[in-house]
């Protein structure tokens, strides 16, 4: 099945449930319009209530999912998610640099919210040190930018130190979702603050802030997935890094919405 519209290739790991993973990543790419393709890294078994473990795929098996594929379809944009060991990791690396694989946007993801921990801590390192430089966006949560910075983020400026460092690195540029500081202004008690949904991205030393309204609601499953295969396919359709970041964002916003509304009315 060939069509004329862009393909969206996703390199990710593989949740039954569907809440994230590639199967969230290619309804997003279909949601904007793209071709999807996907290749699985690792097969993982959970549900919403727990991570029961995972099975890892090869750097062969990767490479032989990858391949046929970019050589009969050559994908506009990658969007890059779970990579569980230093194997992967490299292997992707070896992919960018020596078949053409277009640099992706990198979900540099470390932990499911379902508690299970999808790369291994040996491999955090070898991400920063082999990946980072090759992709062409990354888009860390806080946890994972404080896991990849060694750095501590409680705030904006925060942020703006970790993007810095991340550029430093060899990153070309960087979006550090905020979601995370709004549950940690709560844990320390300043629920009276009016909170926002503020991500920050960094590209050419340029810093744009991009603040959006709080919708309080429970965490939605897969909102990273989501937000990395938006903007890998507004860019695989010519769209500024900038603009591809804010649809991303309202995309989110708008399935945040449909989640509360569907558990509004379940009430
Ligand atoms: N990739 C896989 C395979 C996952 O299972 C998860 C979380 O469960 C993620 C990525 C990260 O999900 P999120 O978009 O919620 O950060």
Redesign the pocket.
């Known amino acids: 099945m060939t069509s004329d519209l862009p393909v969206v290739l996703t390199i ?4 039954p449930s569907g ?4 199967v ?1 990543d290619v309804r997003t790419i279909v949601q904007f319009g793209c071709r999807p393709a996907a290749a699985i890294t ?1 097969l ?1 078994f ?1 549900n919403a209530d727990g ?1 029961f473990g995972a099975s890892h795929e090869t750097a062969e098996s990767l490479r032989a999912q990858i391949v046929p594929v970019i050589e009969e379809s050559p994908p506009a944009a990658v969007k890059v ?2 990579l569980p060991t230093a194997e992967l990791i490299l292997e992707v690396a070896d992919l960018i640099r020596n078949k053409r694989l277009p640099a992706p946007v990198l ?1 540099p ?1 470390l ?4 508690g ?1 921990e ?1 790369m291994e801590p040996e491999a955090i390192p070898v991400l920063t040190r082999e990946l980072l430089a090759l992709a062409r966006l990354v888009t860390p ?1 806080v946890p994972e930018a404080e896991a990849l910075t060694g750095l501590s983020i409680e705030n904006e400026d925060d942020m703006r130190r970790a993007a810095g460092k991340l550029c430093e690195i060899g990153a070309r540029a960087v979006l550090i979702k905020g979601g995370h500081l709004g549950e940690r202004a709560d844990v320390r008690h300043q629920k009276s603050a009016p909170r926002s949904s503020t991500d920050l991205l960094t590209e050419d030393g340029e810093v744009t802030v991009f603040t959006g309204e709080w919708i309080e609601a429970p ?9 990395s295969s938006a903007i890998a396919a507004c860019l695989a359709q010519g769209v500024t890094m900038k603009d591809a970041v804010q649809r991303a964002k309202e995309h989110i916003a708008g399935a945040i919405r449909e989640q509360l509304s569907h558990i509004i009315t379940q009430i």
């Open positions: 990710a790991g593989f949740d809440g994230a993973g590639v969230a690792s993982t959970q991570f998610g779970m979900d993801v932990k499911s919210s379902s299970g999808l949560n965490p939605i499953r897969g909102s990273g997935c989501m937000m």
